[in-house]
């Protein structure tokens, strides 16, 4: 009797998460260091030896690519499905209009080698990279422009907030902006000595830096003052983006890292990796990429956020439990229980019935479950969720309000 009761208690506070990042098949042992989706569907990475990926399916199969040259290509960037860019070693610039059926490559101006590429629209971007470079272009690589940065170090981050501003970050500390497209930049004082890798601007004000040691740094005020932030790990961090003004990622070695609070607090993702992630890119708040050494590409379909298993105690029948809070935004907890093994589909749909997010897709043990589900990219209103476990199915309401 005293086992038993042990075994309950002990089953009754397990929590657990469970993995959300999951590994796509590459086909490539390369390293891949630039990750680029305009939607769900269709993206593009970049790697060594000139490797070329390119999917139309989410990443459900990856497809090469001819991109004529065994360069180094070190980051792609596209505005839309078929229009692209890519940077790479001695000033290298390839560029397609067709989805990369065919790479035409472009006069850069320069020799030194590109690490990052930005583009605002098909005509308007930048590109930065070792010894200080940057380069700007306004009619999509037909004609690209040689700027003074004033520094000599790598700017390994660079992005372009509007036609005007722009930001690039690297090494030794270094942080520039620009407020004339580029032609002059003026250095921004970070407060660091390390390594700068990438730097991401959900406007014009508010603006975020990743580095060596964990470093992640956030300004509010156009880069006036930065502030670093708690990321919770001295790992080295490659790159970060975000998908709305709150919610955002950054990668680096054997680290994911997420906020939902613009950078209040970081949270480690689970990811079954001990190497580096360079790039990540996101299709929307929930959908997103990572891609780093070994040809390594990872997934999530739910902003890598996990199953929390809340209990392993066998419920006494399946269940699905109203969202709370309800109304709700963005965040809301779903709660389930599960009598039996078996695969448990967890889906969104809108007031029409049409789906809109699939949250869970995989086989889970007896137990009870939360969900953490931000609904950051769904418009206001009603919508429904789903669950299917063996035989059981429920659908429950719910009200977004923004």
């Not at 992005?159 to 250095?187: C, E, P, R």
């Not at 001295?234 to 950054?250: K, Q, R, V, Y």
Request: hydrophobic letters at 35%; glycine letters at 12%; aromatic letters at 10%.
């Amino acid at each position: 009797m005293k086992i038993k009761l042990l075994f309950l208690l002990i089953a009754f506070n397990v929590s657990q998460t469970f993995a959300e990042w999951t590994q796509q098949v590459s086909n490539t042992n390369e390293t891949l260091l630039g990750v680029s989706f305009t939607d769900q569907m269709t993206g593009f990475t970049v790697g060594t030896s000139g490797k070329i990926l390119h999917t139309t399916n989410g990443g459900g199969q990856w497809t090469n690519q001819t991109s004529g040259t065994s360069s180094f290509l070190r980051d792609v960037f596209f505005t839309d499905p078929v229009t692209g860019t890519i940077v790479g070693e001695s000033g290298l610039i390839k560029r397609t209009t067709n989805g990369g059926l065919n790479w035409t490559n472009q006069i850069s101006n320069t020799t030194e080698h590109l690490v990052h590429v930005h583009f605002i629209n098909s005509q308007t971007g930048i590109a930065s990279g070792q010894n200080g470079v940057i380069i700007t272009t306004s009619n999509g690589g037909i004609n690209w422009i040689l700027r003074s940065s004033g520094v000599t170090v790598e700017l390994a981050g660079v992005m372009m907030v509007d036609n005007s501003i722009a930001y690039a970050a690297g090494f030794t500390g270094t942080i520039l902006k620009t407020t004339n497209g580029g032609i002059n930049w003026a250095q921004q004082v970070s407060g660091l000595t390390s390594e700068l890798r990438s730097v991401y601007f959900v406007n014009s004000n508010t603006g975020y830096i990743a580095g060596y040691n964990g470093r992640i740094l956030k300004t509010t005020n156009g880069g006036i003052n930065w502030t670093q932030q708690t990321s919770t790990t001295a790992n080295n961090l490659f790159s970060i983006c975000f998908s709305n003004a709150t919610t955002g990622t950054a990668v680096g070695t054997a680290k994911i890292l997420n906020t939902t609070n613009g950078g209040d607090t970081w949270t480690a993702q689970a990811v079954s990796f001990t190497g580096d992630l360079y790039c990540v890119a996101f299709a929307n708040v929930n959908t997103g990429w990572t891609v780093g050494q070994t040809g390594r590409i990872y997934y999530t379909n739910n902003g890598g956020v996990g199953i929390n298993s809340i209990s392993t105690e066998i419920p006494d029948s399946y269940s699905l439990s109203q969202n709370y809070p309800n109304p709700f935004n963005p965040v809301t907890i779903l709660e389930f229980g599960i009598t039996k093994p078996g695969f448990v589909s967890l889906k969104i749909y809108d007031a029409l019935g049409k789906e809109v997010s699939t949250l869970i897709n995989e086989s889970l043990n007896p137990g009870t479950y939360k969900y953490d589900f931000d609904a950051s990219g769904l418009v206001s209103g009603i919508h429904f969720y789903t669950i299917k476990i063996n035989e059981y199915s429920a659908t429950k309401k719910m009200l977004l309000i923004k």
